[in-house]
């Protein structure tokens, strides 16, 4: 399972390194989005607080939805997700590296968002990198879990992509609450790290919960 | 994982169906180690959602498939065993045709993917551009690799859905040698094809299909073109 799982992330991570297709689109996106906020809330050198936080988590789940609908498009485009599943390998395991690829294309987005919100917008979210870095990381992988679930049981659906934001962000709800939540304790001058835990825990909580339906409704859905 | 064996294919009574629509109505065959099994039939009448269910894609509204004493649910076991060259050549064509066969291979639980997949190349005449990306290749080429990608894994079940589409003379040769050499070494052959010329003399038995029902079932069948017109043009 562990080597289905490397093989489908390194061929994803091939495919985008000779394309740069989602790299480029998703980044494109997500800094476009940071700079229309910016220039509307910034005002005089400074936006009102917990702004910074708002922004970068809408940022990333509007690129993730993004990069989840093209990483399934290139797989209905030759059908090679149905060869995916005709593999000998357990169903999950091509679940588990298209999440893993997806998570890793949008680390790299997160990577340039923070610095960026940070700098636009003022806003203390490195003063505890470690935290911030525990708070995206866990935020993603929930925000993925779920949209790498219904990106592939919508990959055949005629109307997949106005069908996926709609089934997506309303189940991903918790995520954005809890993200921007802790993301703004993180921000703050007087940094309180029991809230920050509580809004990780739930992010934790939320991840475990959602990779383990996911993980045992991906091969019925798969099968028509 | 431990690897399934199987002697046979067989369908009793499958059906199935979208929505109203009945894709495949009630079909009964088996086909057997070391033969040909051919799907003859117009456009919808069935071949391919046959070939998906028989490659576990698709399950049966009703009915059984069964693979030799193993029933679909046996799961990456079973798919161990089966390859499938859909209408789709399933290739990634960002990918060089080496790198889609390791990966292909890789899957498949093959130890040394790309010695497998230079092999593979060799095999479709492909050796000299196995670092070219598939986007590069015309239609045949792409097909040979995806005949190559189907069988890499020396499947007991070849499942094969148009396989001549947009091969030359030459390749068409190759890939009728190829099908009679896999079953010479005792796979099962089954492929859904239009075109009766190449079938003739190919195929060990011969289903005709007509709206989703077999019309006619031969075995050794010869005068393909005649009995096609007359089954499927009454």
């Known amino acids: ?224 | 994982m431990t690897s399934v064996e199987f002697d046979e294919v067989s369908a009793e009574d499958v059906s199935r169906h979208f929505g109203r629509r009945r894709a495949v109505s009630r079909m009964t065959f088996r086909a057997s180690r070391g033969t040909i099994l051919g799907l003859l039939g117009p456009n919808g009448a069935g071949k391919s959602t046959l070939l998906a269910m028989l490659a576990t894609l698709l399950r049966p509204s009703s009915g059984t498939i069964r693979y030799g004493t193993l029933g679909t649910s046996s799961g990456p076991a079973l798919r161990e065993r089966i390859g499938v060259l859909g209408h789709d050549l399933f290739l990634y064509p960002e990918l060089t045709a080496r790198e889609n066969l390791a990966f292909f291979a890789g899957l498949y639980g093959i130890a040394d993917t790309n010695a497998r997949a230079r092999a593979a190349l060799e095999r479709a005449g492909l050796d000299n551009r196995s670092e070219d990306p598939v986007s590069s290749f015309s239609r045949g080429m792409r097909q040979r690799v995806a005949l190559e990608r189907a069988l890499i894994h020396d499947p007991r079940l070849a499942l094969l859905d148009e396989p001549f589409t947009g091969l030359d003379d030459a390749s068409t040769g190759a890939l009728v040698s190829r099908l009679k050499m896999l079953r010479d070494t005792g796979a099962i052959v089954i492929l859904a094809t239009h075109d009766l010329d190449l079938a003739e003399g190919l195929l060990d038995h011969a289903l005709f299909l007509r709206d989703g029902r077999i019309v006619e079932a031969m075995t050794a069948p010869d005068a393909l073109r005649s009995t096609y017109r007359s089954v499927i043009g009454r």
């Open chain 1, 1 to 224: 399972m562990l080597r289905a799982i490397l093989l489908i992330v390194r061929k994803d991570l091939t495919v985008e390194v000779r394309s740069r297709e989602l790299a480029y689109t998703t980044l494109f996106f997500a800094v476009s989005c940071v700079l229309v906020f910016a220039f509307s809330l910034v005002q005089e050198g400074r936006a009102a607080e917990g702004v910074g936080a708002g922004v970068l988590w809408m940022a990333i789940m509007f690129a993730g939805n993004l990069a989840l609908g093209r990483t399934f498009e290139r797989e209905r485009q030759s059908e090679t997700l149905r060869a995916l599943m005709l593999v000998p390998a357990p169903r999950p395991a091509v679940y588990l590296g298209k999440l893993t690829g997806i998570v890793l294309l949008l680390a790299i987005t997160e990577a340039v968002l923070v610095p960026l919100v940070a700098l636009l917008f003022e806003s203390a979210l490195l003063s505890h990198p470690f935290w911030l870095a525990s708070v995206v990381a866990t935020g993603t992988v929930g925000f993925a879990a779920v949209g790498t679930l219904f990106a592939a049981m919508l990959v055949r659906a005629r109307s997949r992509d106005v069908l996926l934001p709609v089934l997506l962000y309303p189940i991903t709800v918790p995520v954005l609450i809890a993200g921007v939540r802790a993301t703004v304790a993180i921000a703050q001058p007087e940094f309180e790290v029991d809230v920050v835990r509580f809004w990780l825990m739930l992010l934790i909580a939320f991840d475990i919960v959602f990779i383990t339906l996911a993980l045992w409704t991906f091969e019925p859905v798969m099968t028509d």
